[in-house]
């Protein structure tokens, strides 16, 4: 009986997860064959189009996720990706290397960036909030200025991962680092500790400083395995405080994080911060496909975004309401046949 249960209630975890980006997926699947002049959505090649805009997305999400769980928002994480884009792709080009030395380069650039603004941060001891408005105006002029503002390119085999299969192969691997430093060690552990206990996590003499470290170090490494699918997969990446790229970047793993934080209840966050991420690419793709303005797209993305985290918040009293009707129908039928 109880692994009956337990099958149930896995089955139950699952459904609940995979619902939003399957749901998201029927909705402009059907849209797209009903709206006169929407284009086409839901082939195998347009599906594989945002598994692929997905892993850059994800891996910016895991990036942000461990700090800003922590209540460590980094507004500059955005530019540094696009600096570590433009330093590593220059670098490696310089010293004639080829994909995996670029990769070298790009983790090695993302890295001390991490670094930078972790200890920033443990050293000054102010809200990284405002660390990190500095720091993205500092890592935007120094992508702006450096080769005097040329973009950085990446063609040919030297943009091998950010296509496939490399590109999922890599989205693999990083997962897998995620799920092990945050759910399978002793940092993981700590870092839930000092997260949802400080003070008691420190009487324990849990080193905070040293994991707070070790989260902005990930957070480098994250950041620069990004870049490496980014520049491989755009070719060409730039430093224009007029497109504002960057923040874009950014914004977009907001969504996934808190979707992924959600979905946790029901699934690993590892693997509810993809699905967060591919669902709200699957949203973009069908809001375009369904030909709806530029400024739209942003309103219905957000829309989506407070009915997801609503529906989730509420997600008990939902159930609870449910099993009440169900009680009260039992009951009605009861006294019916009495």
Same mark, same amino acid.
């Given at each position: 009986?109880?692994?009956?249960?337990?099958?149930?209630?896995?089955?139950?975890?699952?459904?609940?997860?995979?619902?939003?980006?399957?749901?998201?997926?029927?909705?402009?699947?059907?849209?797209?064959?009903?709206?006169?002049?929407?284009?086409?959505?839901?082939?195998?090649?347009?599906?594989?189009?945002?598994?692929?805009?997905?892993?850059?997305?994800?891996?910016?999400?895991?990036?942000?996720?461990?700090?800003?769980?922590?209540?460590?928002?980094?507004?500059?994480?955005? +530019?540094?990706?696009?600096?570590?884009?433009?330093?590593?792709?220059?670098?490696?080009?310089?010293?004639?290397?080829?994909?995996?030395?670029?990769?070298?380069?790009?983790?090695?650039?993302?890295?001390?960036?991490?670094?930078?603004?972790?200890?920033?941060?443990?050293?000054?001891?102010?809200?990284?909030?405002?660390?990190?408005?500095?720091?993205?105006?500092?890592?935007?002029?120094?992508?702006?200025?450096?080769?005097?503002?040329?973009?950085?390119?990446?063609?040919?085999?030297?943009?091998?991962?950010?296509?496939?299969?490399?590109?999922?192969?890599?989205?693999?691997?990083?997962?897998?680092?995620?799920?092990?430093?945050?759910?399978?060690?002793?940092?993981?552990?700590?870092?839930?500790?000092?997260?949802?206990?400080?003070?008691?996590?420190?009487?324990?003499?849990?080193?905070?400083?040293?994991?707070?470290?070790?989260?902005?170090?990930?957070?480098?490494?994250?950041?620069?395995?990004?870049?490496?699918?980014?520049?491989?997969?755009?070719?060409?990446?730039?430093?224009?405080?007029?497109?504002?790229?960057?923040?874009?970047?950014?914004? +977009?793993?907001?969504?996934?994080?808190?979707?992924?934080?959600?979905?946790?209840?029901?699934?690993?966050?590892?693997?509810?911060?993809?699905?967060?991420?591919?669902?709200?690419?699957?949203?973009?793709?069908?809001?375009?496909?369904?030909?709806?303005?530029?400024?739209?797209?942003?309103?219905?993305?957000?829309?989506?975004?407070?009915?997801?985290?609503?529906?989730?918040? +509420?997600?008990?009293?939902?159930?609870?309401?449910?099993?009440?009707?169900?009680?009260?129908?039992?009951?009605?039928?009861?006294?019916?046949?009495?």
């Amino acid at each position: 009986m109880s692994n009956r249960k337990s099958a149930k209630s896995i089955i139950s975890s699952i459904a609940q997860v995979i619902v939003w980006p399957i749901g998201v997926y029927l909705i402009f699947f059907i849209l797209c064959r009903v709206l006169p002049g929407a284009g086409a959505f839901g082939s195998v090649n347009s599906v594989k189009m945002v598994l692929t805009q997905a892993v850059p997305t994800t891996m910016m999400a895991w990036a942000m996720s461990g700090n800003m769980m922590s209540k460590r928002w980094d507004f500059s994480v955005g +530019n540094m990706m696009i600096l570590t884009c433009l330093l590593g792709v220059g670098t490696g080009k310089s010293l004639g290397f080829g994909p995996w030395g670029m990769m070298v380069c790009i983790l090695f650039f993302g890295t001390v960036f991490g670094l930078v603004n972790g200890i920033l941060y443990v050293t000054l001891k102010i809200p990284m909030l405002l660390i990190s408005v500095g720091m993205m105006k500092i890592y935007e002029f120094i992508g702006y200025i450096y080769n005097k503002g040329q973009p950085a390119e990446l063609r040919g085999s030297k943009a091998m991962f950010g296509h496939e299969p490399w590109i999922f192969i890599l989205l693999v691997v990083m997962g897998l680092v995620y799920y092990m430093v945050y759910s399978r060690s002793s940092f993981g552990r700590n870092y839930y500790a000092l997260r949802d206990g400080q003070a008691i996590a420190v009487n324990n003499n849990i080193d905070e400083r040293r994991n707070t470290l070790v989260c902005f170090l990930i957070l480098g490494i994250f950041v620069g395995m990004a870049a490496v699918c980014y520049s491989g997969m755009s070719g060409i990446v730039e430093s224009s405080p007029t497109q504002n790229n960057s923040m874009n970047l950014m914004c +977009n793993a907001f969504a996934p994080i808190f979707m992924g934080r959600y979905l946790s209840k029901h699934i690993n966050i590892t693997a509810g911060i993809f699905i967060g991420t591919l669902t709200m690419k699957l949203l973009t793709s069908g809001i375009i496909a369904v030909g709806l303005p530029s400024p739209m797209q942003s309103v219905a993305s957000g829309a989506f975004l407070i009915l997801f985290m609503g529906i989730s918040a +509420n997600q008990d009293r939902m159930n609870d309401w449910a099993a009440r009707k169900k009680l009260a129908a039992q009951i009605q039928k009861a006294t019916t046949l009495s």
